[in-house]
Structure formats: structure tokens, C-alpha cells
């Protein structure tokens, strides 16, 4: 029996995506790879997203990036849906305890005669010939590899493992029938063989490492057996964070690309290429003029204006031989952003505000106190009225090993891939002030002992990152900001997201960006660009370093020498700095509150600096 379970899109390319196990109404599924998807019959590069050779360029892409499908129906079929599997195939009865392999396979089901839940029921036969008849239900534990893998439980071998009881050792699987059991019990779980009498402690092996079984698959819907199982899996429950690490990159659409004009007769043409092909195929005038007319039919428009288009794409649109040219990707994004972008349009997917002159402005007239402070602290001051970010899927990792890629055997020509609309705020910090503080020894000591740690992990989500005084002062300045985006303006913190621009050397970088994007062109509501302007900023701004100076957790919390993942935050806890992880481009690591606001006597405050540079000089 089918079921079909709704998820957003943005979480099809996270939390939901290829390997994840995802929970419906009536049981536990695995979302098949992309090789899968669309069995309708639907072409992927049909929806390939156009206009993105910079972000492919950048991200090192070569495959199309191409959109998920969306369930459609037409003639009274449905297509668009992503195929996902009943797994794990165990199920354990809430009467009797015993374990069933697949047995919605061997039972007759019909989607009028009930749900899995009613239908499925223990077979079990007591020695009096009764069937128990108790509701199955899915077992939360499954079996998960550096590689990539993902199987089932092997209940025989764990219930017999390690035993030298030659019945035991003789006792053969047997999935026709229910033999095993796990019995609860108050000092755990035990898992028992109701032939040869086996018994081991279920619970002392949760969480273990178990040899990988060879009469399994790759994955549950991939009928082939692992290459390489020479280093043994862990079996953990489904909702372990080692089950499903998804690997994502994102990058936001700049000039040039940001400026071509969408939705026009040209760009729909070129978007098009089975419209294309159409015109390609013509032999002869005649044939060529009546799939002109066909294609204006469809776009509703004129021939004339059909065969105008076919000229432009002739000659050359829409980069008309311009090459794009990537040095860095979040160089060439910050460049954008503290650059005005001359003769702007309101229709194009990039539109900025500066408001770095008014912030100068605010600044001189505000007298001295924490507000000209904390103002002084920022040099530019950007309101992000429009902004398209493209957010790519790359696949997925078990128990931290390798990224398996959306397809498993990477045969696909095609990344599913989201174009996410949306708006922000972008601010710089002042690069003398930074040299300054950065330049204190206490600073660059206590940023060293995150730099050995963090040397010691593999790159959060393909991210490579310099960890520096100014990187970590940075993000931990961007996670305050968007808790006081939630406090005062009413802001889920979960919706935001975060961009750091931070670079040491010849054109040093020290930028932030808090925006917020979705899978829909018209993108937010517009209250946070209206954050930006300076008035508003300011308020916000000031308060990100009040809150910064005390948390509820002090002085525990400021006194940490190292926490969470791999010891990569110090002065940061629920209470004062960490955000959902959707907004954390870091993995909600490498913060440290000290940085802020220092820690006397050694440790000084960023605003101590901007003392320096504003106080007024003495004759």
C-alpha cells in the first residue's frame, strides 16, 4: 500500500533529502536517489535553472542544476513525486515482542481494508495453536557505514554473536518465520532466540560498532552489494544525527547575471530548449516559419517577435561573449555588495540600497556613549532589497565518512538544485579598528586554540574557512545579531540565515550579511530590509553588545575552555549565542562571546578600540 507524505522543498534538499529517513503518517521511509526521481517520465534538464554559470563555476559544478519535481497531475495522473522506501523492513509486535522481517510482504494488503497500521498484525503462533494477532510496529534501529550504507539490523547475528554454544552457532536464519524477541526488561533490553536460546544485552550494543553483514545492499532500494565493508557500521536509532549528515552548497546570483531581463520572449526562448530544437530541426523556410508560429502560440506572442528572439540568441545572449570571470566566491559577493550598482531596476535579482553616507552622518551627530561606539564599529551599512540565492544539493555522509553523491553511483548529468528569493541586511566592520584588536597577543592566543582544533575536523559542508580573530569575532557578532533580530523585532531566528565575508592579506574582508530567503519569487515581507536603514540599525547594533556582555549562564558560560562539536566554542551556549542550526552556515561552531567583550585583564573589548579612535585629541 502506498503513502504519500508532503515535504517543503528547501527540507527535500536538507533534513528529507536522498538517504534520509523520513517519518509519514503510518510508517518510516528512505528517500530513493535521484536516478529514481520523476518515473513518470519528466526530463530533469527540463527544469534546469538558467542563468547560473557563475554559482556552477564557483561551487567547481559541472552537472545542470536542475529543480526537484513537484507532484502535478494531469488526465487523472500524478507525476512529480519522489519515490521513498518502507524501511527499516523489521517490525516488532507491542504484544508479544517479536520480531517480523518484511511482513507486509507476505500479507495481503488493500489500501480500502485499512491502514499498515490495522493490517499488519504478529502471525506468531503460541504452542496452542493461537496467533497473537498484536499490532506490528516499525523497529527504530538500523545499521549505518562510513561508506555510505545504510541496512537493517542484523538481529540473528547480534541475538547469536560471541557465543561458543555449539546449539547456539548452529542455529540458521530463518526470516519466514518470528523467532526472535526482544524482551524489556529493567536493566534494558534483551534480545532473545526463542530456538537456541540465545540472549545478549540489546542495549549494551546500541551505539556499538557491529561487522557490516555481507547478504546486504548498499542501500535499501539499490539491490547490489557494498563495494567495500572492510570497517564495521554502527548500529544506531533512526533519529541519531550519525544516520544523515545532507552536504549542501548555496551561492547568491550577482552581476552579470542578475541583471538579465526575465520572462521577456528572448530569455524564454533560450530557456526553452525543446522550443529551440523545434526551430533547429526545420529543414526548409516553410518549416522553420511554422514552428515559429507554433512557438508564438505557446509564449503568445507575435512570429516576428519569435524569429527576433532567435537573432538575439544568435547573437550570443545573454552574456553576449562575455566570460565570466570567478576569482573567489564570497570575494566577488562582497565586492558586489559594498559597490553601488549603477541604473538598477527594480525587477532584477539583485537590488541594493547603500546607506553607508546617512551612517556616517548618524554617527557624527551622536554623542559619546555606547550608541557612537558601537557606531563607529561599522563602515558600511547596506540595505539587500532583492536577492537570489541558489541552493544545491551534493549529497550525503553517515557516521561523518564520505559524501555519497545524490545519485550513488554519480552517473547522473544533474544536481536538484532551489532558487531561493529574498531579502537582508549587509554591514562591514572598520578594517583600523580590527588591525588594532586583532593585534593584541591575548587576542591571537586564544584565537590559536581554535585554529588546533579546528585542524583536526574535516570542512563543515565542503567549507574551507580561515579561522582568525576577525573570522570568529565575526560570526559570533552575526549569531548576536540574529538573536536580536528574534528578541526585538519579532524575527524567528530560524528563517535567518547568515553570509560571512572575512579574509586576512592584501584586500582584507570583515563583512555580514543576515538575510532571509525562500522558494518563492516574491520572496519576504520586506521588514528586514527596512531593518537596515540607519536609525533602526543603530538600535539593533547597540544592543547586539549589551546582550553580548552578560548571560544567564555567567559565569559558566564565559569561563568554558571548550564545548560542543570537537570543542569549537568556548563563551557561547543556548542561553546567549547559539542559533538553529538552519541558520548556522558553520554548524553553530567557532563562537566565543570573550571576543566581544573581552575578558579583564587580558582579553580587551572590540568597542575598546573604537575608544581609541573616536575620543577627541588633547592639545
Known amino acids: 500500500m502506498a503513502e504519500e507524505v508532503s515535504v517543503r522543498l528547501s527540507h527535500l534538499l536538507s533534513v528529507c533529502s536522498v538517504g534520509a529517513i523520513v517519518r509519514g503518517s503510518e510508517s518510516l521511509m528512505v528517500v530513493q536517489d535521484i536516478s529514481t526521481w520523476d518515473l513518470s517520465g519528466g526530463d530533469p534538464l527540463d527544469r534546469e535553472i538558467q ?30 513525486w519522489i519515490p521513498a522506501l518502507r524501511f527499516p523492513t523489521w517490525m516488532s509486535c507491542v504484544k508479544c515482542g517479536y520480531l517480523h522481517s518484511a511482513p507486509w510482504r507476505r500479507q495481503r494488503l488493500k489500501e480500502e481494508e ?12 503460541s504452542g496452542e495453536g493461537h496467533v497473537c494477532g498484536g499490532k506490528l510496529e516499525q523497529t ?22 560471541g557465543s561458543r554454544d555449539p546449539q547456539v552457532r548452529q542455529c540458521k536464519r530463518d526470516w519466514s518465520v518470528p523467532y526472535l524477541w ?19 544485552n540489546f542495549s549494551r550494543i546500541v551505539g556499538t560498532k557491529v561487522s557490516f553483514p555481507c547478504n546486504t545492499w548498499q542501500q535499501p532500494w539499490i539491490r547490489e552489494a557494498p563495494a567495500d565493508v572492510s570497517s564495521q557500521a554502527w548500529l544506531v536509532e533512526i533519529n541519531d544525527v550519525r ?70 540568441i544568435d547573437r550570443g545572449y545573454p552574456m553576449y561573449g562575455q566570460e565570466i570571470v570567478v576569482t573567489d566566491l564570497l570575494v566577488d559577493e562582497f565586492q558586489v555588495l559594498c559597490e553601488e550598482i549603477p541604473d538598477l531596476r527594480e525587477d532584477e535579482d539583485f537590488v541594493t540600497e547603500h546607506h553607508t553616507n546617512a551612517w556616517r552622518e548618524l554617527g557624527q551627530t551622536l554623542e559619546s556613549g555606547a550608541s557612537r561606539r558601537a557606531a563607529s564599529a561599522v563602515t558600511n551599512l547596506v540595505a ?6 541558489i541552493m544545491v544539493f551534493t549529497g550525503f555522509s553517515r557516521a561523518g565518512g564520505d559524501v555519497a553523491p545524490p545519485d550513488i553511483f554519480g552517473r547522473s548529468n544533474w544536481l536538484p538544485a532551489l532558487k531561493l528569493y529574498g531579502e537582508g541586511m549587509f554591514f562591514t566592520l572598520d578594517e583600523e579598528m580590527l588591525e588594532r584588536w586583532e593585534s593584541v597577543p591575548a587576542i591571537q592566543d586564544r584565537a590559536q586554540e581554535f585554529c588546533t582544533r579546528h585542524s ?40 535567518l540565515k547568515e553570509r560571512i565575508y572575512c579574509s586576512t592579506g592584501d584586500e582584507p574582508m570583515a563583512g555580514i550579511l543576515i538575510y ?12 528586514l530590509m527596512d531593518l537596515a536603514r540607519p536609525r533602526r540599525f543603530l538600535r539593533l547594533w547597540t544592543k547586539v553588545f549589551e546582550s553580548a556582555a552578560w548571560c544567564s549562564f555567567d559565569p559558566v558560560c564565559c569561563e568554558q575552555e571548550g564545548h560542543g562539536p570537537d570543542l569549537l566554542n568556548r563563551a557561547a551556549c543556548h542561553a546567549c549565542t547559539l542559533v538553529p542550526e538552519t541558520s548556522c552556515q558553520y554548524g553553530n561552531v567557532l563562537l566565543d562571546r570573550v571576543f566581544v567583550n573581552g575578558a579583564k585583564p587580558d582579553l580587551p573589548a572590540f568597542l575598546d578600540f573604537a575608544e581609541q579612535l573616536t575620543a577627541p585629541s588633547k592639545a
Open 243 to 312: 544516520v544523515h549528515s545532507p552536504s549542501t552548497r548555496s551561492a547568491l546570483v550577482i552581476p552579470p547575471e542578475s541583471r538579465i531581463r526575465q520572462g521577456t520572449v528572448t530569455d524564454r526562448l533560450y530557456s526553452s530548449a525543446t522550443s529551440r530544437q523545434k526551430v533547429q530541426r526545420a529543414k526548409t523556410d516553410l518549416a522553420r516559419r511554422s514552428a515559429c508560429r507554433q512557438i508564438a502560440g505557446n509564449f503568445r506572442c507575435t512570429p516576428e517577435e519569435v524569429m527576433d528572439a532567435l537573432e538575439e
Open 51 to 80: 542563468h547560473v554559470a557563475r554559482v556552477q563555476k564557483a561551487l567547481g559544478i559541472s552537472h545542470a542544476l536542475c529543480t526537484p519535481p513537484i507532484e502535478s497531475k494531469r488526465n487523472g495522473r500524478s507525476s512529480g
Open 182 to 200: 526482544l524482551n524489556e526488561r529493567p536493566e534494558g533490553r534483551q534480545l532473545c532466540c526463542s530456538r537456541c536460546k540465545a540472549k545478549a
Open 114 to 125: 485499512g491502514s499498515i497500521g490495522d493490517l499488519v498484525r504478529c502471525s506468531r503462533k
Open 516 to 527: 532571509v530567503a525562500v522558494p518563492d519569487e516574491e520572496g519576504s515581507l520586506g521588514g
Open 140 to 161: 527504530p534501529w538500523v545499521l549505518i557505514h562510513e561508506k555510505g550504507y545504510l541496512g537493517d539490523a542484523p538481529w540473528h547475528d547480534l541475538a547469536h554473536r
Open 456 to 495: 583536526m575536523r574535516p570542512a563543515y559542508g565542503g567549507i574551507e574557512l580561515e579561522v582568525s580573530p576577525r573570522f570568529l569575532l565575526c560570526h559570533t557578532l552575526a549569531h548576536l545579531l540574529i538573536r536580536e533580530l528574534e528578541a526585538s523585532a519579532g524575527y524567528p531566528a530560524a528563517s
Open 384 to 389: 539587500v532589497n532583492r536577492l537570489k540565492e
